[in-house]
């Protein structure tokens, strides 16, 4: 099978110029919408760009904001190391924020990322259509195009609630200054881009790998829909993805996820990100953000098997919780696969055994510098979003098999919920577990309208037992933990300077 990963194509937006004026002469030397986009090769090289900003995004800031900022995981506090106040204020559920605005650096970064991708497909999409070329790679260029936009916005909505909506490329600073849709809006452009997507793109088996197929766009449209409640909507889309994309669970859940060289894109994966070990600079180093610190050579080269490693100072982040932890029904082996543990000889705890991501930690070659691919969607998604929709309609007897699909591969009995209710905590537990640390957790709780119930509870014990959530003897979360409990981040600061809509 032909391997493909993503590259950088374009280094940075690319303005548009007027031609309205046959005087006007657009210098052919210069790098502009007018002297680009001309053929096949330019648009392949502007999608590919379009791809970029995920990987920043799901190696930096998307575990910071969405898994991190529930309760799975949590920060290994290191009172030597000295304050790192973007990440743990989102941890700590305590975001400084005033009118609506905040200066937290995670905030700020995805939502530029983000609207890097918007701007990217925007100019491919104002000009694609205006440009001949082989009609079978233009709608599959298109439907990529479409596909990335809608995921953008979908990600903006879900994170921020109101955003400026851009459908065509900014030419100068008014036009950057839009007025904030509501989420409603931004749910109706995502609806519309997800279901062009999902017309114009090939499916896996036809598909470059790596790059967004029929059925990852049809994914997008079926989140959509059951965040918005829309059950007979997202069933008929789900049932199209099982029927017709190419999908299976694969047999082991120690390979839904790539290694950092192999089992890329696998019959489970709907679509991920794509990372390459190596010097070009498209590696990713996820493991080394999760792992616990202070950690010694020892202690870490068994984690990363790399010919290399070295010592790790500082505090780390995203470290399994107690509660988190607890969820795994005895016998599920879903825990052992995702979750491990190491003893920091250097910790200020006086229990130095701390918990790790053990999904993400695939030997490698290099220190700091890993390759194996960021799950987005997994087929096991699709199977407990069915699940889900089947059991909201009332057809909770139809709605137990795709749930034991799940149960049986991680060696779990059936499901014995028997009703709408169990089994609607059931499928929620399930979801819990089986998409641990793939960044689900925390719009599960936004909405299922759980926010305030379970992180109410979950700062509740941090605050009552900081021992048992990684605090050294003596040290405590901040008097502010755990009383930002809203369903949507505030906006970015630095942003709201440059626009009256904030």
Request: overall charge neutral; proline content about 5%.
């Amino acid at each position: 099978m032909k391997k493909t990963i993503i590259l950088f194509g374009l280094l940075g937006l690319l303005s548009t110029g007027c031609q309205d004026d046959f005087l006007s002469v657009v210098p052919e030397t210069s790098l502009s919408s007018a002297t680009f986009f001309k053929s096949q090769a330019d648009f392949q090289q502007a999608v590919n760009a379009a791809y970029v900003p995920l990987r920043q995004i799901n190696n930096e800031r998307a575990w910071v904001l969405e898994e991190m900022h529930s309760d799975n995981t949590y920060y290994a506090r290191n009172i030597l190391f000295g304050a790192v106040d973007n990440t743990e204020n989102v941890a700590d559920f305590a975001i400084p924020t005033a009118n609506g605005v905040t200066a937290n650096d995670n905030v700020l970064v995805i939502y530029r990322l983000y609207f890097q991708i918007v701007a990217r497909t925007n100019q491919i999409l104002a000009l694609i259509d205006g440009v001949e070329f082989d009609a079978a790679v233009k709608s599959n260029l298109k439907g990529q195009a479409l596909f990335l936009r809608s995921y953008a916005y979908f990600e903006l909505a879900r994170l921020f609630g109101k955003v400026p909506l851009h459908l065509t490329p900014v030419t100068g600073r008014e036009e950057a200054a839009l007025p904030l849709a509501t989420t409603d809006q931004l749910y109706a452009q995502v609806e519309k881009d997800a279901t062009e997507a999902g017309s114009l793109l090939p499916n896996k088996a036809t598909q470059e790998a790596g790059r967004a197929t029929s059925g990852a766009a049809k994914t997008v449209l079926a989140n959509l829909y059951i965040v918005q409640k829309k059950w007979a909507q997202a069933e008929t889309v789900l049932k199209d993805v099982i029927a017709n994309g190419g999908y299976a669970l694969v047999p082991d859940y120690a390979n839904t996820v790539s290694t950092t060289t192999a089992n890329k894109n696998n019959s489970e994966s709907i679509f991920e990100v794509q990372y390459m070990e190596g010097a070009a600079g498209f590696n990713g180093n996820q493991i080394y953000r999760f792992i616990p610190a202070p950690i010694t050579i020892a202690e870490l080269a068994p984690i990363t098997g790399t010919s290399n490693p070295q010592a790790i100072s500082g505090e780390n982040n995203n470290i399994p919780t107690p509660d988190l932890i607890a969820a795994y029904e005895t016998g599920d082996k879903r825990k052992d696969l995702s979750i491990g543990y190491v003893t920091l000889s250097q910790s200020q705890r006086e229990n130095k055994v701390y918990p790790y991501i053990k999904k993400y930690a695939k030997t490698h070659s290099v220190h700091n510098n890993t390759g194996q691919n960021w799950p987005v969607y997994r087929y096991a998604e699709v199977i407990l979003f069915m699940a889900e929709v089947l059991n909201e309609q009332g057809k909770t007897a139809e709605a137990a098999p795709f749930l034991n699909q799940i149960r049986t591969r991680a060696g779990l009995p059936a499901t014995t919920a028997a009703n709408q209710t169990a089994m609607r905590e059931a499928i929620f537990k399930e979801r819990r577990v089986e998409l641990a640390f793939e960044n689900k957790r925390w719009f599960d709780l936004v909405r299922t309208g759980r926010v305030k119930e379970i992180i109410g509870a979950h700062g509740a014990r941090v605050k009552a037992n900081p021992l048992d959530y990684y605090f050294p003897k003596g040290a405590v979360p901040p008097p502010n933990a755990f009383t930002v409990l809203d369903d949507y981040y505030p906006l970015p600061a630095v942003e709201a300077a440059l626009t009256p809509h904030f």
